[in-house]
């Protein structure tokens, strides 16, 4: 196992030394995989170090709604993480005002119970998960083309972009 985490890491290494291919060029699937493992484990262990809880959610009307400046702060402090495509925050967005028409309809409040899309934590998929199976947990990868891949991790399925020659976590689906 050890030899293997070395090779990992020489493998990481060497992907992060590398230049970006030119449309002509083709990469190696093997130096893409290490690269997309390496993003994906190394989001996940930033993400579990601790995060600053940012509460966006606004409960003190007759139902809940987001608190805009607050989901701003969030999504910028998520994008500091360096893993993180724009698509991400896009997505989060829409998965957030989804939830808030919600919360809306079905006069949600958070003061009376949890609600509907924020009874789990999205990014481990659920409110018990060990950060450890998704640190160095095994992932499967599709590539799909050269700019995107799809991986299961945990109970998390995710989808990656590469931009400017660096792949990026662009959508967290949990099942």
Not at 28 to 43: G, Q, R, S, Y
Not at 73 to 88: D, E, N, P, R, V
Request: net charge neutral; aromatic share 12%.
């Amino acid at each position: 196992m050890r030899k293997l985490f070395v090779v990992f890491l020489a493998l990481a290494s060497f992907s992060a030394c590398q230049e970006a291919p030119k449309n002509n060029e083709t990469t190696d699937p093997k130096v893409e995989l290490a690269a997309i493992t390496d993003v994906v484990h190394n989001f996940y262990k930033w993400y579990s170090s601790g995060i600053e809880r940012i509460d966006y959610v606004d409960s003190k009307g007759k139902f809940s709604k987001l608190d805009m400046a607050k989901v701003a702060a969030y999504h910028a402090q998520m994008m500091k993480s360096g893993f993180l495509s724009q698509a991400f925050i896009d997505n989060d967005m829409a998965y957030l005002k989804k939830y808030e028409a919600i919360w809306a309809k079905d006069k949600e409040n958070g003061n009376e119970f949890p609600l509907s899309g924020e009874d789990h934590n999205r990014v481990f998929c659920g409110q018990d998960n060990d950060p450890k199976d998704y640190i160095s947990g095994t992932l499967k990868v599709d590539l799909i083309g050269t700019n995107q891949a799809k991986t299961t991790n945990g109970d998390s399925k995710l989808e990656l972009v590469k931009e400017n020659g660096k792949w990026l976590i662009s959508k967290i689906y949990c099942f």
